[in-house]
Structures are given as C-alpha cells and as structure tokens.
C-alpha cells in the first residue's frame, strides 16, 4: 500500500511540475527603468535598447533610451531618438518632454552663447508643442522654467515654475524655483521654498545641504547645524553634509564638533575640499594644538597655492611654534596675494 501510495504521489507531482508554467523572463523596459532610477545609466541603456528591438513601436522604450543616452552623454543619438519618438507618436507628450532635454543638454555643451541661446530656443519650441497635448501636464512648465533660467529670464521661469507647483506641488521644482529667487538676489523667497521642500522630501540630504548653505548666508547657524546633523545621520558617507556642518559649528564656535565635522569630510573625500583642511587647522588654532593646525593647513596651502586666507593661517601655526622665518614668509605670499591684507601684514611685522 505504501508503495502505491508513493507511485501515486510521484505522478501527482509531475502532473503539477508538467502544469506549472515556465517563469516569465522579466520585461526588460522595467528592468531598464529600474536601473536608471537608481542611477546605473550605463546598465539600463542596454535594456532599453532590448525592449526597443523586442517593441519597435513602443514609445515608452524609445523614450527611455533617449533619456538614458542623456545620462551617458551621448547626446546626437540622443536627440535623433527625440525627434523620431515625436514623428512617430505626435500625442505622447513624453517625446516632447526628451526632445526639450536634449536641446538642453546641447545648449550646456555649446560653446558659444549665441549657439546655446539656439538651443534652448528650440527647447522652448518643443515644449510649446507638448503644451498642445496636455496643457496641465506639471512637468513641463517645470521644464520651461528651467530653460528660462537658464536663459536668464528669471521672472518667466519664476512664472512657470508656480505654475508646475499649482500642477503638481514637487520638492524638486521648489528647489529649482529657490535657486531661481537666489539668482534674482531674493534669499528670503529662496529660503521659504527650500523650507517647503525638505517639509515635503526630509529624507533628500542634498535638499538639507542646500538649504542649511543658505541658512549659514543668512546667519542662522543654529539651525544650519540642526538641519545638517539630520543630514549626516541620515548619510553618514556625505562628505559635503559633513563639510556643511563643519562651518555651522565653526560659526558657533563649538570647536571641537568642528573638528570632527571637518575630519569625517576629509576621511569621505581627501581632495574634494581643500577648505576642509584650512578649517581643520583654524579649529585646532582655537583648541591650541598649533602643530595639528599645520599639519593640515600645510595641506590646505599645497592643494591652493593662491590663497592667502590658507597661507596666512599657515604663517599663524608657524607663529605659534616658535618659528618666525616659516610665519614671515607663509605671510608675505599672502601678501603677495592680497596686498591690502592687514592681518598678514601685521604677521610679518611681528616676526621680522
């Protein structure tokens, strides 16, 4: 009986495995989207190119492709697969969309002013055509204001940039619309519509650098500090939220924290910021460790040689180890430099 039972249960499942349909290979325009939403350009641009050449007629893939080339660089196919997504498909609004970030782009690599001028003109053409397709789609007034800004007509990009945030109320394009006000001088408007942002996206850490840079221009450390301490929490490996949280506690003198802000930023990125060192040796000038205060501002002064703020502060750390030749000549360089800077002058002076 066992026996038969057994051969009974074998047969039931092969009869199941026989039934059970093969897995679905996975579609690779998803795969590809996937990719380049997590920035893996290079991977997602052969997945689109599959699912182009598994769907010649897909708008969707061509569409992606075209933006993945972007990405890349690589911007004539770029702008070819643009122009042929809007022949083919004259109501997909997206075609519009690519073909505007393509004359974008060429206008960021033209070289003259008169050529870029060119290109965001034939931006602007082609989002006029989107605009016909679905005058409420968000994007695409988001876009238009770019490109006015990038053509230096902020109130036109001021107008629609509000007009995609009626649309469509976006960090992102808040902070467009912030860096727009900073462009016009009006760091107040600037710092309202960062606030907005990071209220709506707190996890953006870059969001959080921009506005706490702001805050500190505004001088309001405090809450640069707060805003950036989140940040770091959130990304420990952000040598620029580290970096920006140096010059907070720098500016509330909390010196020590300062120190380590300045430190953890060095460790993330040796050579990224230069300033990172200059500041270190400023922290440890105040703590009264002059000799760490060189070792780094030495740093400082071999990565920007034509600083005379870095050279100055060198020739303090010299001062303050007894060494008077190295103080005199890191502040003539200085001088050199900047000669109406008292603060050298006066270093010389003292250890002549």
């Known amino acids: 009986m066992r026996s038969v039972l057994l051969l009974v249960a074998v047969w039931m499942g092969a009869l199941g495995l026989a039934q059970t349909p093969p897995p679905k290979a996975p579609d690779p325009l998803q795969v590809g989207v996937q990719l380049y939403r997590l920035g893996f350009y290079d991977k ?5 190119e599959e699912a182009l050449k598994k769907n010649p007629n897909d708008p969707e893939a061509l569409y992606w492709l075209a933006r993945a080339q972007l990405k890349l660089g690589l911007l004539n196919p770029a702008l070819e697969n643009a122009k042929a997504l809007v022949a083919r498909n ?41 605009e016909k397709i679905n005058p409420r789609y968000a994007p695409l007034h988001a876009q238009r ?11 036109k990009a001021v107008e629609s940039l509000k007009m995609s945030l009626v649309l469509e109320d976006s ?20 710092l309202q519509e960062y606030k907005k942002a990071l209220a ?4 953006d850490v870059s969001l959080r650098v921009r506005y706490a840079s702001l805050l500190l221009l505004k001088n309001q450390a405090e809450e640069a500090a707060r805003v950036l301490e989140e940040a770091v929490r959130l990304r420990p490996g952000s040598a620029e939220a580290w970096y920006t949280l140096g010059q907070a506690y720098f500016a509330l003198k909390r010196w020590k924290e300062a120190g380590v802000a300045f430190e953890q930023a060095i460790a993330l990125a040796p050579v990224r910021y230069p300033a990172a060192y200059a500041y ?35 020739g303090l750390a010299n001062e303050r180890l007894g060494d008077k030749a190295g103080a005199r000549y890191q502040c003539q360089e200085a ?15 003292r250890n002549l």
């Open 44 to 48: 997602a641009l052969p997945k689109f």
């Open 90 to 130: 004259s109501t997909y609004i997206g075609g519009y969309m690519v073909l505007a970030e393509a004359y974008v782009a060429f206008a960021r690599s033209a070289e003259d002013r008169a050529r870029a001028q060119g290109y965001l003109e034939m931006a602007l053409s082609a989002l006029k055509d989107g």
């Open 145 to 155: 204001g770019v490109v006015y800004a990038l053509m230096g007509q902020h109130d």
């Open 171 to 190: 960090p992102e394009v808040r902070s467009v619309l912030a860096e727009v006000y900073l462009a016009q001088g009006k760091p107040d408007e600037a």
């Open 200 to 203: 709506k996206a707190p996890q």
């Open 280 to 314: 270190a040796g400023r922290v440890y000038l105040e703590l009264g460790d002059a000799q760490k205060a060189k070792s780094r501002l030495t740093v400082a002064v071999q990565m920007e040689k034509q600083n005379p703020e870095f050279r100055y502060y060198l």
């Open 335 to 349: 001088l050199k430099l900047k000669p109406d800077f008292k603060e050298a002058q006066d270093c010389v002076n």
